[in-house]
């Protein structure tokens, strides 16, 4: 048990579906990440939630869309999406976006587009 | 010029070796260095910070050099157990963590 879960672990969609992924932290954590695992790609940082306030969002196209209703919850909203977005979406949270602390991860959400 | 940089590998040694990994990160200004350590299919885990005067846990040596802006992990004694990817991470402007691509570590009997 890391800490933070992560639903679903697997998710296959086709590209006209929506849907959401889930991320809940019960670390006391302030802070909140969407980061994206590609193959041979180092992680992508997303999105950066610090105190339920979007502090970040690194050109990510539109069909991604957070939401973060609280200090423990962080969605993914997914729509026509492309099969190039499949690849591993890992959240991660941290006590303070300016606190050099390392962060934790969730398992992570293997969503494959079809 | 990547922000973090790492050899991919993969690095094969039989048990008991002594092996070591380097990463480059090119902002100087970069505040804290961390080494993640993921396994097949499994999310990152922190596996130790990168302090500048160097530091220890157990088996693993963490060393970081900001005049020439790489830091090091050497794996003493190496068990198969410690097969897994080696992620460089490195925290810069706005505590933005950046993430090397990763050296794979394949431990052999």
């Known amino acids: 048990e890391t800490g933070v879960t992560q639903t679903p672990r697997h998710l296959v969609m086709g590209m006209t579906n929506k849907k959401s992924l889930k991320c809940e932290q019960h670390l006391g954590h302030n802070a909140m990440y969407w980061y994206k695992q590609s193959a041979k790609k180092p992680l992508e940082l997303m999105f950066v939630y610090s105190l339920e306030e979007r502090v970040e969002n690194n050109s990510v196209p539109s069909r991604f869309s957070p939401e973060c209703p609280n200090s423990s919850h962080l969605f993914l909203h997914l729509h026509t999406l492309q099969p190039e977005d499949s690849a591993l979406y890992l959240c991660?949270?941290?006590?303070?976006?300016?606190?050099?602390?390392?962060?934790?991860f969730g398992s992570g959400t293997r969503l494959t587009v079809v | 010029r990547k922000e973090v940089e790492q050899d991919p590998g993969p690095f094969n040694v039989p048990e008991g070796a002594t092996v070591a990994f380097n990463c480059t990160y090119s902002?100087?200004?970069?505040?804290?260095f961390f080494w993640y350590r993921q396994d097949c299919r499994k999310e990152p885990k922190l596996l130790m910070s990168?302090?500048?005067s160097g530091n220890e846990d157990g088996r693993f040596t963490a060393q970081l050099n900001r005049a020439s802006q790489y830091i090091s992990l050497l794996i003493r004694d190496s068990k198969l157990s410690d097969s897994a990817t080696y992620l460089c991470v490195v925290m810069g402007d706005a505590s933005k963590l950046t993430f090397g691509t990763g050296t794979r570590l394949q431990v052999t009997l």
């Open positions: 991660a949270s941290s006590h303070a976006t300016g606190i050099s602390y390392g962060y934790t």
């Open positions: 902002n100087s200004a970069s505040q804290s």
């Open positions: 990168v302090y500048s």
